[in-house]
C-alpha cells in the first residue's frame, strides 16, 4: 500500500510553507467564488439560502479532509500532517461564514428568530453547538498552544469527532430527503470517525506482521 | 453583371422529411443529454385564452423566470434549479386524465376537452412547506368542473391524484438513490376538492405550463402548502377512505394529510411562522413576510375545517 505514497513526487521542503499558504488561498476560493455569484445574480433565484447551504457543504468538505489526513497516512504511506491545521482552520471560517450568512443575510439579524430557532430545532441546536466547539480548536491551532498544552491539546482536539458527526447530524436533518449528495458525505465522515475506533488494534496488528518479517532478514 | 446561378443541390443531400420533421425530438434529446437547455415538447408551449377569474389579489407577481427555473418537482432532480434544467425531454403531448372510482360515468380527458374548459386567470400566492413562497398566475378551471361530469357517488368521500411515471423522460424517476417513491399521490377531502379554489391549472403567465411547472395538468391547492399541488396528473380517482400521500407516507411525524398553511403550528423541524418571497429583494435584501392563517385564504376555507383541532390534523 505505501506504494501510492512512491507514486506521488514528493514536495521539496523548501516548498512546505509556500504550500501551506497556497492551501489557504484555494481553500477560500470557493467561497469567494460563490460570493460573487451570488451578489451578481448567479446563483438562482434564492442566493442566500443557497450561498449558505454551499458554505455549509464545504465546511463539511473540509472537516473530511481533516479527518482524512491520519487514516492517508497511517494506510497509504501519505505524510500531509502539514496541511492539517490549515484544512481545520479553513472548515472553521466556513462553518463561521454559514453561521453569519444565516444571521445576516437570511434572518436579517432577528435574534428572536435566530434563538428561537438554536433552541427549537434540533438541527439548529446542533449546528450551533459544533460552530461553539469548533472555536477553543481554531483558538488553540497555534504552535505556542500545541507545545504550552501538551497531551491536554491532543485530548481537546479530539473534540473534531464529535463536530464532525454533529456537522454530518446537522445535514440529515437540514434536508428533505437524504439523496446521493448528503449520503456521500455523511458516509464518508461516518467512515473517517469509524476508523479511529479501528485504528488502535489495526496498527498493533501491522506492527506486528512487519517485525516477524524484519527478525527472519 | 454575371448572372446568379443557383447552386445545385444533389437530391441525396437533401434531409428527408421523417428525419426533418423529428428535429423537435432531436432537441429535446439533446438537451436531456446535458446541453440544459429546456426545451419543451412538441407543440404544447403555446399562449391561451383566459377569462378573469374571482380572487383578485393585489399582491405584486413573482417574475415568470423565478416561477419557471426555482421549483420542487422530484421527479426531475432535488435541486430547485433540476426541473428547468431537467425536463427538456418531457413529452406533455399526448395526454389525458383519467378519472374512475366512485363515479357514475367514468371517464378519460384528452387534452383537447381539457383545454376547452373555461379557463380562468387565478393568481394565488404559493407557500412551500420549506418556508419560501411566490404569486403564481395561473390559469385554470375549477376542479369541481371536471368532478360534475363524472357524477361522483355519495360514497365518495375523498379524491386522489396520481402524477405519471417515465422513468426515460423524467431523470429523477431513475438512479441509485430515490428521495420519494413513485408515482407521486396526493389527496384531498371531497369538500377541499369542491372548493372555488380548488383548481386544475393548464398554464401560467398568459401560457401552457412549462414542464417544470408541472406540464401539462396540475392541481392548485391554494391554502395548502405546495407539496399537495400534485403535478403532471395522470390520474384521478374517487374514493371513500382517505387516501395515501406521498409525504405523508415518507415521513408522517413532519407531513401530514391536511397540510394546511398555519403559522401556528411548525414543521418539527423549522418554524413555518415567516416565510421567503422567492425573486424579491436579492442577495443583500431577502424579503420575508409573516406567513398567513391558511395562506391568506382563512375567510374562503377556515369553515371547512371549524371543530377541527389543526394541531392534531397538520
Known sequence: MASLAAAIPALPRRYHAASIWALYVVGLCPAAWYFYQAATGGLGFNPVKTFEHLLGIWALRLIIATLAITPLRDLFGINWVRYRRALGLLAFYYVLMHFSVYLLLDLQLNFAAVGGDIAKRPYITIGFAALLLLIPLA???NNWSIRKMGQGWIRLHKLIYLIAIGGAVHYVLAVK???????????LIGILVAYRLIRRPLLNWKRARRQPAQAAR | MPAYRPPHIASSEITPKNIYLSRRSFIGAAAAAGFGLAASGDAWAAPLNTVPGPYKLSEKLTPKEAVTSYNNFYEF?????DPAQNSGAFKPTPWSVKVEGMVGKPKEFGLDEILKMKLEDRTYRMRCVEG???????????LSAILDQVEPLGSAKYVAFETVVRPEEMPGQGGLFQPLPWPY???????EARHPLTILAVGLYGETLPNQNGAPIRLVVPW??????IKSIVKIKLVEEQPQTTWKNSNAREYGFYSNVNPAVDHPRWSQATEQRIGEGGFFGTKRVDTLPFNGYANEVASLYSGMDLKANY
Open chain 1, 177 to 187: 430527503s437524504v439523496t446521493s449528495g448528503p449520503f456521500t458525505h455523511i458516509a
Open chain 2, 77 to 81: 432532480g432535488v435541486n430547485k434549479e
Open chain 2, 224 to 229: 395548502k402548502y405546495g407539496f399537495k399541488s
Open chain 1, 139 to 141: 483558538v488553540t491551532s
Open chain 2, 185 to 191: 399521490v396526493e389527496g384531498l377531502r371531497m369538500d
Open chain 2, 132 to 142: 419560501w413562497s411566490m404569486v403564481v398566475p395561473w390559469i385554470g378551471f375549477p
